[in-house]
């Protein structure tokens, strides 16, 4: 990506928050969190789900808390405890008072489980007033969510949904008088989902009906719930027809965003060029996890959309799409990180520069680590002058790592997630032990590496080798 640009784009963006920028306040009372540090987030953008922290703060010794939120407008907000992942909307300029859920602290299992999803909560708000949009959102949520599974069950077996248009009407009955456009939007989207689900009406019309020449509604996730699914896959669908078999040669063959535009344009859906650009974004995301088009086409592609984009979300959701599908490439450089030792020094992985890091995943309660631990040290012992070794402990109590240190000798780097619990979610952690090896240049090599049980020794020695270190 362009360096001038990010940071022109970096400016425009801090300089449009710091004029518009409004505070939200959260505030409750929760004897059981007392201690913990609460932090709250929004996504960045609806396509990728990246998270941007908004706000954090630590819950006092007699319950207490309070939170400011930065945000420019109508947001969903969330939070992760235990586990629940706690939920709001918050409104710029607004207070809420919160009632959080009983602490239920995940167990061993479920917090090394990467599968393992918290259950989302609807928070309760002791100061809602009927007017709020909370109130709003839930209330509408109680009552279409009443049918909505058995009107989903029934469309998978074929029956037609007779009863559709009844149904909305009588659930529009009471909002007719709602003067939020956010709550609004939100029904309508929602409605429309409900006919997408249940082949109501088909893709093209919904397409035409809710987003040809409407506005993106960006923060609205259930504009961008129906939107990720009309347009989910959308290249590889298109493909498929005469006018857009030439997708694939536009794509990784010309790698020509102005060729890919062309032949998205013979769609007439996509006739708006805001909402073909958004699309194509969606696209390039949804096709870098499959094998239908090159990567390295798929990343030109979107460094082009960056490029030419004027629209500045468009250019936030093209940096996130690039920082998510690259982070943990070959050949790219990963997230850096700072994590405490057993000691409580900070470390960082950019100390380590120059050299060749086999980074690791583990716990010191994981058989299949501590089985490699012995075969690590030897690693450690023989490539010491070339490889620094360190290994990110997820044990849940830093004491369980200081003991085991203690009791084993070992002496290569040992650091403690606890500082930054998101470096499990950075490098995708999915199971214990995970290895990385990194190059003197700070860029991944091998992303996953072999394990030392999986010849890493022979594939590391073969890499010195063939590169004149040895």
């Not at 939070?79 to 995940?106: D, H, M, T």
């Not at 909505?148 to 029934?154: E, P």
């Not at 344009?265 to 090159?294: H, P, R, W």
């Not at 984009?309 to 943990?328: D, F, G, Q, V, Y």
């Amino acid at each position: 990506m362009n360096l001038l640009r990010t940071i022109l784009v970096s400016i425009l963006i801090f300089s449009t928050a710091h004029i518009n920028a409004q505070e939200a306040t959260v505030q409750g009372n929760a004897p059981d969190y007392k201690g913990d540090e609460i932090v709250f987030y929004q996504h960045s953008d609806f396509i990728t789900m990246a998270e941007n922290e908004i706000g954090r703060c630590k819950v006092d010794s007699s319950g207490e808390f309070t939170c400011t939120l930065k945000i420019l407008e109508t947001t969903y907000v969330y939070s992760y405890l235990g586990i629940y992942r706690i939920y709001f909307f918050a409104e710029p300029s607004k207070k809420y008072s919160i009632v959080l859920p009983k602490k239920e602290v995940k167990t061993e299992a479920q917090r090394l489980n990467p599968f393992f999803r918290e259950t989302d909560l609807q928070v309760g708000i002791t100061n809602i007033t009927k007017d709020d949009i909370n109130y709003l959102i839930n209330s509408f949520d109680l009552r279409f969510n009443e049918n909505f599974d058995q009107i989903v069950i029934n469309a998978y077996k074929g029956k037609r949904q007779t009863n559709l248009d009844s149904l909305i009407n009588n659930l529009e009955c009471n909002y007719t008088n709602s003067q939020s456009q956010y709550f609004n939007a939100y029904r309508e989207y929602r409605y429309g989902l409900l006919k997408q689900i249940t082949f109501y009406k088909k893709s093209t019309s919904v397409s035409n009906e809710l987003f040809l020449n409407k506005p993106i509604l960006y923060g609205n996730p259930a504009y961008m719930e129906l939107f990720n699914l009309v347009y989910d896959k959308y290249f590889l669908f298109f493909s498929r027809t005469t006018s857009g078999n030439v997708i694939f040669k536009n794509i990784s063959a010309d790698r020509s965003i102005s060729k890919l535009k062309e032949t998205l344009a013979g769609n007439k859906i996509l006739s708006n060029d805001t909402l073909m650009e958004m699309v194509i974004l969606k696209g390039l995301y949804d096709e870098f996890f499959s094998d239908n088009f090159s990567r390295s086409a798929l990343l030109t592609l979107l460094d082009s959309v960056y490029r030419t984009t004027k629209i500045p979300e468009h250019i936030l959701i093209a940096e996130n799409i690039r920082s998510k599908i690259t982070k943990l490439l070959p050949g790219f450089v990963p997230n850096a990180f700072t994590l405490n030792d057993a000691d409580g020094n900070p470390v960082s992985l950019n100390k380590f520069e120059g050299k060749y890091v086999y980074l690791n995943f583990c716990t010191t309660t994981s058989y299949s680590c501590l089985q490699e631990f012995p075969l690590l040290d030897k690693l450690y012992k023989k490539y010491g002058e070339h490889l620094e070794i360190v290994s990110v402990s997820a044990d849940n109590d830093l004491n369980d790592l200081k003991s085991y240190l203690k009791s084993s000798g070992y002496k290569w780097t040992f650091l403690h997630y606890g500082n930054k619990p998101d470096i499990i979610k950075d490098f995708d952690i999915r199971a214990y032990p995970t290895y990385f090896l990194i190059g003197p240049d700070k860029r991944l090599i091998y992303s996953p590496a072999p394990s030392p049980r999986e010849n890493f020794e022979m594939r590391f020695f073969q890499l010195l080798r063939d590169r004149g270190e040895i």
